[in-house]
């Protein structure tokens, strides 16, 4: 199974504010989602083109302090086939929280509760059963 590392997502409060610090890390904008009808915005950072990137999320109408860890998102691995990771962690004992309803994306949680997102590489794959009828489980 090959596994490639695509992204850490974190919460921030002042985006100027966190690009500012992570530029003088040396890491440069990569790419930015504005989503006027989920009143967010994502911006990818990262050392150069092609490189693993930072997920700064700003919530546009969240001022106060992250708590419980919500500054923290997610991990994020691209898989070569998201059903077959998903039947792997499943058989393993692992909740599959978000399932790959879409053959694209799915999330589950490590022992120590850091949410993890797993990504189909490429084209989404069509959607099939059991994975399509499954539904959401607690937080992810």
């Known amino acids: 199974m090959a596994l490639e590392y695509l992204h850490t997502m974190i919460r921030v409060r002042d985006l100027d504010a966190a690009l500012g610090f992570f530029s003088l890390l040396g890491l440069e904008e990569q790419r930015r989602h504005e989503v006027a009808s989920g009143r ?3 911006v990818f950072l990262a050392t150069e083109a092609g490189a693993p990137e930072l997920e ?3 919530n546009w109408d969240h001022d106060e302090a992250y708590s419980g860890g919500r500054n923290f998102g997610h991990l994020a691995y691209a898989v070569d086939d998201i059903y077959e990771a998903c039947e792997r962690l499943a058989a393993g004992g692992v909740k ?3 399932p790959p309803r879409d053959g694209r994306m799915a999330f589950v ?3 120590d509760e850091i949410s993890v997102e ?4 490429g084209e989404a794959l069509p ?3 059991p994975w399509v009828s499954m539904s959401n489980h607690g937080e992810w």
């Open 109 to 111: 949680r490590s022992p």
């Open 96 to 98: 599959i929280l978000r």
């Open 127 to 129: 959607p099939r059963e």
């Open 56 to 58: 700064l999320t700003y």
């Open 40 to 42: 967010y915005t994502l």
């Open 118 to 121: 797993l990504l189909q590489r």
